[in-house]
């Protein structure tokens, strides 16, 4: 700011309001913005889920279930379909997992 100050005083005002925020990385806070909702929108269209096929028989079967019920989750919200039972689902699930894991993991 000090050389804008010293070599062109005209913009001193417009570079104070651009950068305001004072942010470590030096972007200005409306790029950042727009910066942020790009990502967002290409990060909304981007499948976050690893396909079944890529991990099939890698896994013990409860895990493999584990995981289905998880991106099943993610998949219906990003839809916009209610996630709720999925969600009583899933933790119930975990819960019977969890308990059941050492038993599974001594037997194999």
């Known amino acids: 700011m000090s050389i804008i100050?010293?070599?062109?005083?005209?913009?001193?005002?417009s570079y104070k309001k651009l950068y305001r925020e004072n942010h470590q990385s030096?972007?200005?806070?409306p790029y950042r913005n727009k910066l942020n909702q790009?990502?967002?929108?290409?990060?909304?269209?981007?499948?976050?889920?690893?396909?079944?096929?890529l991990y099939q028989k890698r896994f013990p079967l409860y895990d493999e279930l584990y995981i289905l019920l998880k991106h099943m989750k993610e998949l219906y919200f990003r839809k916009g379909i209610d996630t709720a039972n999925l969600?009583?689902?899933s933790q119930r699930y975990?819960?019977?997992?969890l308990a059941e894991k050492k038993d599974f993991n001594r037997r194999r």
Not at 5 to 13: A, I, M, R, S
Not at 94 to 97: I, N, P, R, Y
Request: glycine share 2%.
């Open 38 to 53: 790009s990502f967002k929108q290409i990060f909304s269209q981007v499948p976050m889920a690893v396909p079944h096929y």
């Open 26 to 29: 030096g972007l200005a806070s």
């Open 87 to 89: 969600e009583e689902s």
């Open 5 to 13: 100050k010293d070599e062109f005083p005209q913009y001193l005002n």
């Open 94 to 97: 975990t819960k019977w997992l």
